[in-house]
């Protein structure tokens, strides 16, 4: 991946004189210095200039437009800034934009403070102006309230820059289709005109016979390597090695079709698996633990966003992948959804060592393939699913609790987690179906629903967030509400 950065802009003027406007740009570069310093950014943030001209603003987002390394521009104004002066920079910003409400100073100082002091140190009223603009030109934006040294606010910045980074990744965003959508299914459709002016992505088809003629081309020395990384990562539970090296041929021939074609992300479905003996399950698996995304049964838009979320949270160790929710334990008071998928979930989120087991497939009409069966962790996390509504995407996150599943399953052949989804299962049933939610989602451990509202808003989309304070009536509202607004944007 790029290393992304951001740019640190700081609002002002010439009104109060050289001295003032030395001050502000040499505290600006203090405080930039001691935020990357603080650890807290995933990002390197970079002071570019104390703004005191329309020109000098609006050469800036001219540059940041143009700076692929640039993933965002971050605002703070240390004195009053004139906002017309930002208008003409504004209208042509095409890079995420976050204001942090912050000061330089973290007290106000009793014996110091005089008219000086005042004229030098007014965030408090440069920042309104600014919110001002930023509400009056409609402008997509975050904002970040509080002292720039406080722990919870740098985090904040720093989960923001992931989110940013989500919306960089997603624009370059390319997909490769092994077959087409699952023969009558409707969520998983959507319109890739659409998607790719609204997010970037390039969603594309390969023949099922490519990858088949790639696999053939697999030596079995590359096999051997693959089995190596295999025995280091997984736990054998079996004795058919050809099996497992069959999925190994699969994934080496997946991922030099991907790299191939600069694909982070790809789609295939067990309806064609033409010239294959196995669905791909430890290969697919193996590939979304290295940063692919993934969708089962055509469905590229979870398999871009796995990608996305996966982009946002590199680094991080709590795991993110595909995921369906399957069966539900409606017993009262304990009540639990089962996910799993018939193969394919990424063992980023796995409790324990993963174990190579093979058993028959129903469906597909193929071998039995490989795959990787685990529990995933317990911990707090979210599922998310993106829905094509015909005028606009719909982004549906929802908050879960996983926990360590209740019951062994022993005769259950595939990767489970259970979990309690936010506010109660049955009201969150209700809530994901009032919202038309798919049965595909990614579960994240890493990324919070916060990020995804982020990203949600640079990427001019609806968000729906169905949390412990979300009840239907309060959902039904807020999407009726929002069919209106979206019919008149
Ligand atoms: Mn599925």
């Not at 975050?142 to 722990?151: F, N, S």
């Not at 796995?350 to 795959?371: F, N, S, T, W, Y």
Request: aromatic share 10%; net charge negative; proline share 3%.
């Amino acid at each position: 991946m790029k290393q992304y950065e951001f740019w640190f802009v700081v609002g002002s003027q010439f009104l109060y004189g050289t001295e003032v406007l030395e001050i502000v740009a040499e505290r600006a570069v203090e405080m930039v210095q001691k935020m990357n310093d603080s650890g807290l950014l995933p990002y390197k943030l970079v002071y570019k200039d104390t703004i005191k001209t329309n020109a000098g603003i609006t050469e800036i987002v001219k540059e940041a437009n143009y700076a692929d390394e640039c993933a965002g521009i971050v605002a703070w104004c240390h004195t009053f800034s004139p906002s017309k002066m930002w208008i003409n920079a504004f209208v042509n910003l095409q890079k995420p934009y976050c204001h942090l409400a912050t000061q330089y100073n973290l007290t106000i100082p009793n014996e110091e403070i005089d008219m000086d002091f005042m004229n030098l140190n007014q965030a408090a009223h440069g920042d309104r102006e600014h919110g001002f603009i930023t509400a009056r030109l409609r402008m997509p934006r975050k904002i970040i309230a509080g002292y720039w040294q406080d722990e919870e606010v740098l985090k904040r910045l720093g989960s923001w820059m992931r989110a940013a980074v989500g919306v960089a990744f997603s624009k370059q965003l390319r997909i490769m289709r092994f077959g087409d959508n699952m023969r009558e299914v409707a969520v998983t459709e959507g319109d890739k005109v659409e998607a790719q002016a609204k997010f970037g992505w390039q969603v594309n088809t390969w023949p099922v016979g490519r990858l088949v003629e790639a696999m053939d081309e697999v030596t079995d020395a590359e096999i051997d390597a693959l089995m190596e990384v295999y025995r280091e990562k997984f736990e054998f539970a079996t004795d058919d090695l050809e099996t497992v090296r069959y999925q190994a041929r699969e994934e080496i021939a997946i991922k030099k079709m991907l790299d191939q074609e600069g694909c982070k992300a790809f789609t295939n479905t067990f309806e064609d698996l033409y010239g294959m003996r196995q669905l791909p399950g430890l290969a697919t698996q193996h590939l979304m633990a290295q940063g692919y995304g993934y969708g089962g049964e055509g469905d590229w838009k979870t398999s871009a966003l796995v990608a996305i979320m996966k982009a946002m949270s590199r680094d991080k160790s709590g795991g993110t992948t595909f995921m369906e929710d399957y069966t539900y334990h409606l017993e009262k008071g304990n009540e639990y959804t089962l996910g799993a998928h018939m193969l394919e979930v990424c063992p980023s989120i796995a409790a324990d060592k993963p174990r190579i087991e093979v058993h028959h497939l129903g469906i597909g009409g193929r071998e039995e393939p490989a795959r990787l069966v685990f529990e995933g962790r317990e911990g707090p996390a979210i599922a998310v699913s993106l829905i094509d509504l015909g005028n606009r995407f719909r982004l549906i996150c929802q908050d879960v609790e996983c926990v360590k599943p209740i019951m062994d399953m022993p005769n259950l052949p595939v990767a489970r987690v259970m979990w309690r989804p936010m506010p109660d299962l049955l009201t969150s049933i209700e809530c994901w179906l009032t919202a038309g939610g798919a049965h595909h989602t990614v579960l994240s451990y890493d990324v919070t629903a916060e990020q995804m509202r982020d990203w949600a808003r640079m990427m001019d989309i609806e968000f729906v967030h169905i949390s412990k304070d979300t009840t239907p009536e309060s959902l039904e509202r807020d999407l009726f509400l929002a069919d209106l607004a979206w019919k008149l944007k």
